[in-house]
């Protein structure tokens, strides 16, 4: 069975641009979470979007937004981006949105801000 | 509101000795408590999660842990090292029977392996 898989796994933008990145979930899991993690840092937590409706958002500002599709895969989207925005970005799938299900994590996406 | 403290940001071992990374959490709420661990340049895997069946949680590649809540911690251990094992490796805590509660993530501990 496929995991968590996640595009593109890289990516290089400078600073004001604005990314996309994508993120399909495990076959029947209903849930998507996007974590940020910068080096050296545990990841922390940036949305959660359950049947396609927001159901947690972490302390991120506004340029930061996602939304999760009826197939339920999901985008990220940043805005006017930051030095500070480089990290690797992680989303996890789990069956719903219960705090007691597994979250499988993809790989992730490397973000470099230049 | 949750947080976890991940005591040493790096571990060093022997190879075949014990190994002890240690997680203490705050949460006015009973937690569910994650230990993951994440190989360079991958994503997170999970080793083991405590949810309330019984303190003592064993894991994937012999890893185990105690849930203590006197002490509210929850270290991970594994009886003998081995190279493989050198990784990061993140607790992390949620609230336990929530609907939407996000993982809280630690700093994490970066365990190395000596021959």
């Known amino acids: 069975d496929a995991g968590v898989t996640q595009s593109p796994t890289h990516l290089i933008k400078t600073r004001g641009q604005h990314v996309t990145l994508r993120c399909s979930p495990i076959?029947?899991?209903?849930?998507v979470s996007w974590y940020q993690q910068v080096l050296g840092q545990g990841p922390q937590f940036i949305f959660q979007y359950y049947e396609k409706e927001e159901r947690g958002r972490g302390n991120f500002p506004d340029r930061f937004s996602a939304r999760q599709f009826p197939n339920y895969s999901s985008e990220l989207n940043v805005n006017a981006l930051l030095l500070g925005d480089s990290a690797l970005y992680l989303c996890?799938?789990?069956?719903?949105?219960?705090?007691?299900?597994?979250?499988?994590f993809g790989p992730g996406t490397r973000l470099t801000v230049l | 509101a949750q947080s976890v403290t991940q005591l040493g940001s790096h571990v060093s071992v022997s190879e075949g000795a014990l190994v002890l990374l240690r997680c203490n959490y705050s949460s006015s709420v009973p937690p569910y408590l994650f230990w993951y661990v994440q190989y360079p340049n991958q994503g997170l895997q999970l080793l083991l999660k405590?949810?309330?069946?019984?303190?003592l949680v064993k894991g994937i590649n012999d890893f185990e842990a105690e849930f203590k809540k006197s002490e509210t911690s929850f270290h991970l251990t594994k009886p003998s090292a081995h190279m493989s094992d050198a990784a990061e490796y993140f607790c992390?805590?949620?609230?336990?029977?929530?609907?939407?509660?996000?993982?809280?993530f630690g700093k994490g501990t970066r365990l190395s392996v000596i021959a």
């Open positions: 405590y949810t309330s069946a019984a303190t």
């Open positions: 992390a805590v949620s609230e336990m029977d929530s609907g939407n509660t996000p993982l809280v």
């Open positions: 996890a799938s789990s069956l719903d949105s219960s705090s007691y299900n597994e979250q499988f």
């Open positions: 076959s029947g899991h209903k849930s």
